[in-house]
């Protein structure tokens, strides 16, 4: 049974930073592109950024790059979104996803957008909430 669970959210100032994990369990890491998504209240899912673990190729949406950094760690079998320089309109609920294959990230390096239709495993999401 694939699971996948986020945690590392919680409460920040502006300006602040966040590491928030997904531990992924049930599947062949090395086989799937992960995804960090986030929905705000009253929008839409929004795709952060995602990695490709079997050659850590990565996508970053054009609001977060330069301030947000996915990283894997295989022995762990857990993905990482280090968030620093965080804004009031990084709150939302931070969800984590999984699809086999490594594709995912040239779709979304050529498109500039990420789909949430791709990916057919979700965990139960983390709350991030940043303070003015």
């Known amino acids: 049974e694939v699971q996948l669970v986020e945690s590392g959210g919680g409460l920040v100032q502006a300006g602040g930073s966040l590491r928030l994990s997904c531990a992924a369990s049930?599947?062949?890491?090395?086989?799937?592109?992960i995804a960090w998504f986030r929905q705000a209240p009253g929008k839409e899912r929004e795709g952060v950024s995602c990695i490709s673990i079997g050659d850590h190729s990565t996508y970053y949406a054009d609001s977060v790059k330069g301030r947000f950094t996915i990283s894997s760690d295989n022995a762990k079998n857990t993905v990482y979104l280090q968030m620093n320089s965080l804004k009031p309109e990084d709150t939302a609920v931070y969800y984590c996803?999984?699809?086999?294959?490594?594709?995912?990230?040239?779709?979304?390096?050529?498109?500039?957008?990420?789909?949430?239709?791709?990916?057919?495993?979700w965990g139960q999401g983390t709350h991030v909430t940043v303070s003015s």
């Open positions: 049930g599947f062949t890491f090395d086989d799937y592109t």
């Open positions: 996803a999984a699809n086999r294959g490594g594709l995912f990230v040239t779709t979304a390096q050529t498109l500039k957008h990420m789909f949430a239709v791709d990916y057919d495993y």
